[in-house]
């Protein structure tokens, strides 16, 4: 079945370290985005890619970093410079940017600073 | 910029009994999509309905339907015969259509929405 999958599931950092989440597609989707959820804010977005070798800034981009070096995958990276990177990372595609074209989710990622 | 606002942080429904979540959003643009997505305990988000606001009839999809006020720029979500696994955070979600707000979706903050026996 097509879909999203997000790895790992759970992760545990301490501070000062880079992590990587990763997220891949097989959806053959155009546009990827990662988005942080956080209790009360609802989901707010880090990046987005619309196509391969490219990105845009979400609302949220200090102190995280991607790359979209093949249509499939869009890996963000939770940098030592995010002062608050405790929280749930949600990946997702969807196959155009224009029009109605449903966002599909992965099952998210725990990221805990110790 | 896009705002989506959700000013009931929690509703209680009794099983088989009809709930409304209410959505707000602003906005200059004339044409846009706006969707309600479900996040049940398990985190995964579900579409649940969505509404192109060039459409005047108001979207359905069996126990969920929606009644979209344009001018209001409200868009709210009715459930009727409310069942226990309707339990879950419930968001509004803005999408545009002009450059700039045609790649992104806006999130509102989230109503969790309990059913109890």
């Known amino acids: 079945d097509g879909g999203i999958t997000q790895s790992p599931k759970y992760l545990f950092r301490k501070e000062g370290q880079n992590v990587t989440l990763s997220c891949e597609q097989n959806l053959n989707h155009d546009a990827m985005y990662w988005y942080r959820q956080d209790p009360g804010q609802g989901l707010r977005l880090i990046y987005y890619s619309q196509i391969v070798n490219d990105f845009q800034k979400g609302d949220i981009a200090e102190g995280y970093s991607v790359s979209r070096e093949k249509k499939e995958s869009f890996p963000l990276t939770v940098t030592s410079a995010q002062k608050n990177p405790t929280a749930f990372y949600l990946c997702?595609?969807?196959?155009?940017?224009?029009?109605?074209?449903?966002?599909?989710f992965g099952a998210g990622s725990r990221l805990t600073v110790l | 910029a896009q705002t989506v606002t959700q000013s009931q942080p929690e509703m209680s429904v009794q099983e088989a009994e009809t709930v409304t979540l209410s959505c707000t959003y602003d906005?200059?643009?004339?044409?846009?999509?706006l969707f309600w997505y479900k996040q049940p305990p398990s985190r995964q988000m579900i579409l649940v309905i969505r509404q192109e606001a060039y459409k005047q009839q108001n979207a359905t999809e069996n126990r969920f339907s929606v009644n979209f006020q344009k001018a209001a720029k409200s868009f709210s979500l009715k459930i009727s015969d409310s069942q226990l696994g309707d339990a879950a955070m419930y968001f509004c979600a803005y999408r545009g259509t002009i450059a700039g707000t045609a790649s992104k979706l806006t999130f509102g903050t989230g109503t969790r929405l309990q059913v109890t026996l």
């Open positions: 906005t200059s643009e004339s044409d846009y999509y």
């Open positions: 997702a595609s969807i196959s155009g940017a224009e029009g109605a074209n449903v966002l599909t």
